[in-house]
């Protein structure tokens, strides 16, 4: 069974930061992207930031290029997101997210699949 589990959200004030952790387990964690994505409080879920499998690349929405930073450690199942330069826009839920694509095992096809942890709260605020 896929778990995500993200912790490390919190109070804090502009222009400080968090790190946020998401643990992963039960699929083959270094096969796959992961990414994060956030909701803030009344809008829809924003894509804020992706990986990919092997840590190589790393992909970003334009509000946080160049303040928040994604890394994988894939020894230990978990995906970081680190907040920099935090700013009150920046508040929501954030979400860990596996995304499995749509694939043929052999010749049974398995449709693509979304997993979401639970979230932690960031919130900016002073």
């Known amino acids: 069974e896929v778990q995500l589990v993200e912790s490390g959200g919190g109070l804090v004030q502009p222009g400080g930061s968090l790190r946020l952790s998401c643990a992963a387990s039960?699929?083959?964690?270094?096969?796959?992207?992961m990414s994060w994505v956030r909701q803030a409080p009344g809008k829809g879920p924003e894509w804020v930031a992706a990986i990919s499998s092997g840590g190589g690349s790393t992909y970003y929405t334009r509000s946080v290029q160049g303040r928040f930073t994604i890394s994988r450690g894939n020894a230990k199942n978990t995906v970081f997101l680190r907040m920099n330069s935090l700013k009150p826009e920046d508040t929501a839920v954030y979400y860990c997210n596996l995304n499995i694509p749509p694939r043929y095992i052999g010749s049974t096809y398995k449709a693509g699949m979304d997993y979401w942890g639970d979230g932690t709260l960031v919130t900016v605020s002073s």
């Open positions: 039960g699929f083959t964690f270094g096969s796959y992207v």
